[in-house]
């Protein structure tokens, strides 16, 4: 996938987050040779998201791309920004945002909160 596209879908996907009412705090947070796309806070929750993005046409929903391996991942690193943030007693969830563009420059968007439990 290019990294061209997978940045039009976080662009996107963090627009989704603030029309939700989500507070960007921190994006594309790197450690740990991982990276976590977007942290926002939610109703006092820290709000992990993962974003895959597909070009219209693929069969497997973008969302579906997040498996074991990726959660564990996303898993330590969100516990790396915790420690460094100081926020470990926060509550915290994971949720993934699936972005499907479209050929005529349209875009749909699935997000699935609480996507998985580590």
Known sequence: M?????????KLAR??????????????????????????????QLVFIE??????????????RVNRAKQKQIGKVAQM???????TGMDC???VIGVVLSENGGHEISHIKNAFWL
């Open 81 to 87: 920004y915790l420690q460094q943030s100081g926020k």
């Open 51 to 64: 974003v895959k993005t597909n070009k219209q046409g693929n069969k497997v929903p973008p969302e579906n």
């Open 15 to 44: 627009k989704y987050a603030k029309k939700q009412g989500m507070k960007i705090i921190e994006k594309n947070y790197r450690a740990l040779r991982g990276e976590i796309d977007i942290i926002a806070v939610e109703d006092d």
């Open 93 to 95: 969830r994971f949720d």
């Open 2 to 10: 290019k990294k061209t596209t997978g940045n039009i879908g976080e």
